[in-house]
Every structure is written in C-alpha cells, then in structure tokens.
C-alpha cells in the first residue's frame, strides 16, 4: 500500500501521455495489490476454518445501549490514586519536619527522597494542599514540576505567577515589553525582590540534578529571609537530597506496609477485606502478589488495574507470569518489567494508544479532546455500533486511566476527565518500548536517533534535531513541543510529508509563519492540523480544498480574517475551530497617529532592522485589518457552502456581521454539530434572527456561545434571542456575553443545561431567577459583569436542585445574597469578586452540602464577623476564604476607616475565555478527598486556579 501510495503521488504529476508510457508499473502495482488481498482472504478463511478467532457479535440494541451506558459510567468509578492508603504516619512525620507553627528564622529545604513509583509526589500533594496546615499558615505557595529538562525563564514566570499572583506577572512582562528582551535575571531579580518579606511554601517536585537546585535556589529564593519559609523537594536522588537539605530534614519514604499495601491492591481490584477472609485461595494469592509488587504503591496500582479485569480464579496463572525482581530487588529495572506486564496485558487496540502518549513530553498535561482526536486521525479507534467514533475514542480513554496506566489530572464538576499525565516511570517504559518497536521517534541530538525505514510518528522536543538521515516521505505524524527544530528550519511542514495524517503544532513556542504553510495543499492524506497560540498565518489558501481527508483544523489564535470557500470541500472535517485575533498592536483606529505612523513606516519593515518575527506579526496585523475592515471580532468570515460540512461537531468562532445571510442559514444544515461559537456585535437583526432560526434546527447542539461585546468594550444587544422558540434540546453549556435586559422564555425549556455564563447581560429583577431556578440539572452558574442588576439575589426555597457552584463577580447594583430552607441542597461553592453586600451573605446554614466560600479581591460583605460564626457552626465545616484580612472586606471595618492596602489582582481570561478570580469559575476543580473536616477562615493572595491563602501580618 506504501509503494502503490508514493507511485499515486508521482503518478499526479505526469501527463497523459507519460501515464500511458508507465502502464506496465501500473499494471504491476495493481498485481501486487491482487496478491496482498489474496493473502489476507487466505488468512482470514484460515482464522475461521480452525476457529484461531472468535466472531465478534453484532450484538442487540439492547447490548449496545448497556455498553453506551458503562462508557459513560467509567468516570464515576475512577480511582484518585493520589489518594492512597498508608500515608497517615509519613504525612504526620513530613509535616513535622515542616513545621508550619515557626513562623521566623531562615527558609529550610526538606527532601522527600525515594525510587519512582513510591508516592513522594502525591505525598507531598496531600500536604501541599492541605488548607490547615499549608496554605493557612503561608501567604505564598507554588507548586513547581522541575523535571530532567525545564526552560528557565518559563520556570521563574511559573513561580512568580504561583507565588504572586498572575496579575503581578502579567505587569511585570508588560514593563519590560518592547523596552528589553525577557532574561533570566529580569524575572529572578522581581521575584527575589517580592519575596524577600513574605512568608512562601513551595515544592519543587521531580528534581533531577544538583546543579538545577544549587541554580534554582540562587536565582529564586532570597538569602535574608527570615519567615520562616520553607522549600520541599521531592527527588530520587539520595545524594542530592542530603546534599540541598537543611540539617538533617530528608524524609525517605519506604515501602507500604503489608496491610496497607494489601488494602490497596484490594481496593484497585474492587475487593474487600471480607472477599479475601471468606477465600482463603485469594488471600493467598492476594499475599504472593503484594510480596512480589514489594509493597511498591505504582507497582501495585498498574498489577491491580490487570486483576480487575479477570476473575480471581485466573489470579493464580497470572501471578505465575510476574516476574520475581521486586520480591529481593525493588530497583528502577525491576519496576519498569513490572509495568511492562501491565503493557503487555493490554487489549491490542490499546496498545498503540498508549505507545502513542510516548510523543508528548515528560510531566506534560495532556488534553483528553487533543489525544482523542489524535487517535482517530491515525486510524486507532475503531468504530462500533451505536457509538460516533469520538465516543469509542473516549472509551479507550478512559480504559487506560481505569488500568492506571494514565493518571487523570483535570476534572469537570460533572466529573468527566479533561485532561490526563503519565507517570514518569511508565512514559520511561513508553519511550523504551515505543523505540524498541520502532514506533515514535523522539530525536535526541546525540546521535542516538537511529531512524529505521519503517519509522512512523517523529517528536520534537525543543530544537533538537536528528543527526542520521530520514526520510520524510514517510513520516505519518509530526509533533513539535517547545522550540524550532534545526530540521525544519525553513518550515514545519516541507514539501517531502507527503504522507503526513498528523501535524501538531499546538505547543510551539517559536512563531509560525505564513511561509511555513506554503506547501500545506501537498499534504493530500493530512487529517489533523493543530496550530497553537504562536502564530502570525493571516490567510488559508485556496489550495486546502485539496486536504479531502483532514477532520480536524484547530486555530484558536490566528490573524485569519475569513476562511476561503474551498473550506466547504472537506467533507471529513469534525472540528473547525478558527479564532482571530480582537485588538491591534500596530494598526489600531482607537490609536490613529499610532497607525499613520507604522503605516508610513511600513517599508522599515522589510529590513534587518526588524525582526523576522516582528515582520511577520505586522504583515499578518495589516492583512486582518484590511481584510475585516478593522473588526474588533473575534469571529471569522466562513463562506457559502458551510453546510456541505454534515459531519462537522465543533463550529468557533463565526462572525455573523461579516458572513452572509446565506452562510448564516446554513448552519442550521450542520445536523451533528455539537458545539458552536458565534459572534454577533454589529449585526443586523435579519442577520440575527436568521443565526437563531438556524441555531433551532442543530438536534445534537450540546454546547453554545454567544459574544456580542468587542474588545474595544462596546457592548452590542442580544435581544433577538427572543426570536428562539423550540432552542436545541441536548444543550448543556450556554455562554451569552451581550445585554439581554430581559431572560428569554425558552431557557426554562432547557432541562439538559449543566453551566450558564452570564455576561454584561443587565438582567432585571422578577423572572430571572424563577427560570434559573427552575432548571432541572444546573450545577454551574456564573454571573459576571452586571449581569443581573437586581439588589437581591434569592433562592428560593426549592430552586436550583442540583446547582453545586455559584461564581458572582463585579455586579454593582447586588447589596444582598439570600439562602431560603430547601433551595441549593447540593451548592458547594460561593464566590464572590468586586461585589458590595451592604446587607451580607444570609442563610448559609440551609446549604448542607457548602464546603468552600472564597471573597477575592475588590469584595465588601457586611456581617463578616456574623458569616465567620455561621461557618464555624456549620455542619459540613466549610472554609470561608478571603483575599485579604478581614478589616478589607468587612463593610463594619471599612466605616471605622480601615486604612489597609491591598495590592489588586484583576481577574484573567483564560485560553477559553473563562475569567480566572480565585479558582477557574465556569471548569472549578473537582472534590479533594482527605481535606480536613474543621472550619477554617482563610485570606487569599492569588486569583490563580488554585486558592492561595493570605495570613495578614
């Protein structure tokens, strides 16, 4: 298939004539073609002549919908393996070394020191998060993954952003932009400086090398500190942990106890103690296993995650296959041929899914969406009855994190994993075997990269490049993390990847170019085309039309003014994700002698005097602006013929203003989209009704945002919502940015909505919160920016069931929050950002479930000192969590003429244009298990995703 596919390609370029010159090589190739086929046929009767292969059952509708359903109840039987048994006496021993009460003295360094596998990391998770004795006790916390390769200066950004707040880093980058280029000693002069009177707690975890910990703490911590602060390093390295420690702080973490290796293994196999009492076959095989895995935490998740799926009778024949170095030896070998079993066990369609993970970097967070769509694009997923491809994708998923062989990392409020990790053990035993099978190529530098000719997928890690030769030709993925590699010095994407499916360029930190796609028409098999957030592509060329197989085209920050209507040709494609940029640096009409200027200047940019970066952002600048008309949208132009796209899911954004009525109508032909993103500021109504008309007719439509305000802060209306009478059943998320006055009628209808986002939407008082409260299934409500301008906000007895996160920032008018008896049972979180409540938060006692409260920055509450008392006698020990002291929020305070500074800490969108305030408001975290039960009153230093504390002095 290889040889017939690279002969196609050259067979393209000939005329008529030169093909009726090669006939014979044609001919020949479509013998080979006979053969190969008559093989396979000769296989397969022979398979089922012996009975070598089981036929799969089609099975009834009544068997795909149970397995429909287990699919979509694995998340709920997830195991958090950071939270495992027997860390009680090694958190109480760590915690002491700690000692979080002595609150002077220099900064100390404790290592937790121990092999790969043990549990350090999550050891020390559980006390980093530990809102009693952490994050009460010091003002700044961060948590820092070192790893055997970091980039510096995004380590110290990292830090700063922790430890002081992203908004003190978002101001110190825009101090030195365009004033100097970002250095090393820039950030670690800021961050010593800002630390030098501040209590901090920060774990870097996985440290490697000395030399990173002797650079880290020169550059980093300030030497007279006297707060007593404290650094805790997680680390195998014995040598370096006696040698960084302070005295004689090294905590080495040892094997789990027998019982409590025992419960663990139980519980990843879905046993009890009483199972193994009542069989005494399977406490004896429960025993032999444990002693074989040598009490080792990972060992025993991964051997556990195999059991689960087997019955006990099987146990005995399995454990004759482990092999017996843990028993005497608990090294790094041992564990790697103990996690290779697991490997080894797994179903053949998931074996190249996890080879596959060997591509991302070590520590890298990996999106649950990016690995799936990744895994249909190379052709791993296979289709099943009654499932869309992306569901059977989901499954594997989350096959692999039950078998522990990923760990999930990110979790929805609706419990569903977002993002994942893999152990650094297990991506070791990845590499190694992915290497071995000569599946992905990760180019070392060292000449250690020996290419074979079957070699497949290829990885970049920073610029590394390979020294031996390879032949692009037939490279089938490409994926580049961090910087430029040498081999593609002169574009991603050359003209050899002919039989490319996948380029992914989502994590890049170099900028693409224009020039870097020149030749992306040429790669005709291509079926997914990831582009991050570095990029100055201002134009799609016509010539994409050709790409008939791709699925997936993801540019969430690109200076694309409109997408070209050979789009419409794709008729794989299941997301389109294009978003543009809203401002302008250069060519602003808000600045016009700013713009005249660069504009005349404009030929200075074809010089040496400029950068080639620089050059290509204002090209790309100038291009966006000439071709929108200086639109502030973030929307992009799509042509007629969108509706051809029938199997498109995911539509951002769409600028419904400068796309036609025709192409506006067409959406509502796009029957399996799922999400959609428009953007309406400065449309007519006709156009508007027409997008609505549309939106009613998308059955499968589970997600939608509407942005009606531009970046200049202009914000347009959203009232022809009203024209909406039967909206999308299946509607879970509903964004709507823009003034509404008035709640549309048909949002009651929405039984399915699990997250409303509410902007600028100036909501009255009446009916608005009788139809939030009404609606069945919501658990996310976020209003932000006026929108409800009412006084009171109440809920009513019996409203919001299922509600478990309420986020209120910057509503002006809000003077009160009421909690009726009955209403919200299920409400854990109240958040409250740069709202006055003269008369307070009331009713908090009539919230069962209430575990967290935080008031950020800018907030004023009257009663402080009421609602403190409510929490230290509320049943579930809720934990009231404060920007600042209480003199800074309490109104009572304030009156007598408190006179505390308080540094400001603006809110930050996020990639997905969430507002970050003190926790992620519309994704808030999942549930921690272990937390502790007592009330606490905390302050807070941060708005970042996870909740700092802040102890006044």
Known sequence: MQAFLRAAEVMKKKDELLKLVKLRERHRIAIRIHNLKSRVEEVSSRNTRYNLVEPISSGTEDDMDSYAEDIRNQSARNVDEAELVGFSDSKKRLLEMIDTNANDGPAKVICVVGMGGLGKTALSRKIFESEEDIRKNFPCNAWITVSQSFHRIELLKDMIRQLLGPSSLDQLLQELQGKVVVQVHHLSEYLIEELKEKRYFVVLDDLWILHDWNWINEIAFPKNNKK?????????????????????????????????????????????????????????????????????????????????????????????????????????????????????????????????????????????????????????????????????????????????????????????????????????????ISRQENFVLLPMGDGSDLVQENTRHIAFHGSMSCKTGLDWSIIRSLAIFGDRPKSLAHAVCPDQLRMLRVLDLEDVTFLITQKDFDHIALLCHLKYLSIGYSSSIYSLPRSIGKLQGLQTLNMPSTYIAALPSEISKLQC??????????????????????????TICLPKVFTPLVSRDDRAKQIAELHMATKSCWSESFGVKVPKGIGKLRDLQVLEYVDIRRTSSRAIKELGQLSKLRKLGVTTNGSTKEKCKILYAAIEKLSSLQSLHVDAVLFSGIIGTLECLDSISSPPPLLRTLRLNGSLEEMPNWIEQLTHLKKFDLRRSKLKEGKTMLILGALPNLMVLYLYRNAYLGEKLVFKTGAFPNLRTLCIYELDQLREIRFEDGSSPLLEKIEIGKCRLESGIIGIIHLPKLKEIPITYGSKVAGLGQLEGEVNTHPNRPVLLMYSDRRYHDLGAEAEGSSIEVQTADPVPDAEGSVTVAVEATDPLPEQEGESSQSQVITLTTNDRSVTPYMAA
Request: hydrophobic share 40%; net charge positive.
């Open 228 to 432: 007593g602060s404290r650094i805790v390093i997680t680390t195998r390295n014995v040598d370096l942990a006696e040698k960084c420690a302070t005295a004689s702080l090294v905590y080495h973490l040892d094997f789990l106890q027998m019982n409590d290796a025992i419960t663990l293994l139980l519980r990843k196999t879905n046993k009890n103690h009483e199972d193994m009492e009542s069989n005494k076959n399977m406490q004896k095989m429960v025993e032999r296993i444990v002693n074989k895995c040598g009490r080792l935490p990972l060992a025993i998740l991964t051997i556990g995650a195999v059991l689960a799926t087997k019955q006990v009778s099987e146990w005995e024949k399995f454990y004759e296959h482990l092999p017996s170095e843990l028993e005497i030896n608990p090294s790094l070998e041992a564990l790697r041929r103990m996690v290779t079993l697991g490997y080894n066990h797994l179903p053949s369609h998931l074996k190249p899914c996890f080879l596959y993970l060997s591509i991302f970097p070590e520590d890298f967070e990996i999106k649950r969406n990016r690995l799936v769509g990744r895994w249909i694009a190379e052709g791993f997923v296979r289709p099943k009855v009654g499932m869309t491809t992306k569901d059977v994708g989901e499954s594997y998923f989350n096959e692999l994190i039950n078998r522990s062989m990923i760990q999930r990392s990110r979790v929805g409020i609706a419990g569903k994993i977002k993002t994942c990790r893999i152990h650094d053990i297990i991506r070791d035993i990845t590499v190694s």
């Open 573 to 598: 494609l299941h997301t389109l994700r294009c978003i543009g940029q809203f401002h302008y640096d250069n060519f602003s009409l808000n600045h016009p002698m700013k713009c005249i200027t660069n």
